[in-house]
């Protein structure tokens, strides 16, 4: 139905892949879900997540916490590309997954993952405005965050920002 209307035929893909898993044990293909189309990936962990927390006729639906660990589980095991799976875990109010003990992921200059994500689109030359669009936020939370970050990588600019940012590899 998709493929039928031309304003539409750009969800087809996502639409047809939204049960396929990142270990090939979805359906109705049985075919690895590609990571580059994280579109279904995200569906698919989102259609799980609801799926868990929704009351059934057969059961009660799971504490979110319990659908929040088997979206982890499922991640682990491989069945769900992680970008996904966090995605979902972020929208649904979890906060980020937190790291295997002993791998935690250190940010250089001590910025949080929030504040990577400012500087990214900060060095890409985005105003504070379109950050805070990009980022679902207030402009006056983007400019706090990029007041933070300029305290703790010690730069007054966003170019010495963005050059501090390819140097130490937050941006390519």
């Not at 270990?23 to 075919?31: A, E, I, Q, T």
């Not at 791998?103 to 990577?116: A, C, D, I, S």
């Not at 379109?130 to 207030?138: E, F, N, P, T, V």
């Amino acid at each position: 139905m998709l493929r039928r209307s031309p304003a539409l035929a750009f969800v087809n893909t996502v639409a047809c892949a939204h049960h396929e898993k990142s270990d090939g044990s979805g359906y109705h293909k049985r075919v690895q879900a590609d990571a580059d189309g994280l579109g279904a990936c995200v569906l698919a962990a989102t259609e799980i997540y609801v799926g868990l927390t929704t009351e059934r006729a057969d059961r009660q639906p799971f504490p979110p916490d319990d659908a929040a660990a088997e979206l982890r589980r499922l991640e682990s095991s491989g069945a769900l590309e992680p970008r996904a799976s966090r995605a979902v875990l972020v929208a649904a109010g979890h906060g980020e997954p937190r790291a295997p003990s002993g791998k935690r992921q250190v940010n250089p200059g001590g910025l949080t993952r929030r504040e990577v994500d400012v500087l990214r689109l900060a060095a890409k030359g985005l105003t504070t405005r379109q950050i805070a669009d990009r980022l679902y936020i207030s402009p006056k939370t983007a400019d706090h965050h990029i007041q933070h970050i300029y305290g703790k990588i010690d730069v007054s600019t966003r170019a010495a920002a963005a050059l501090w940012a390819m140097q130490h590899t937050v941006v390519q």
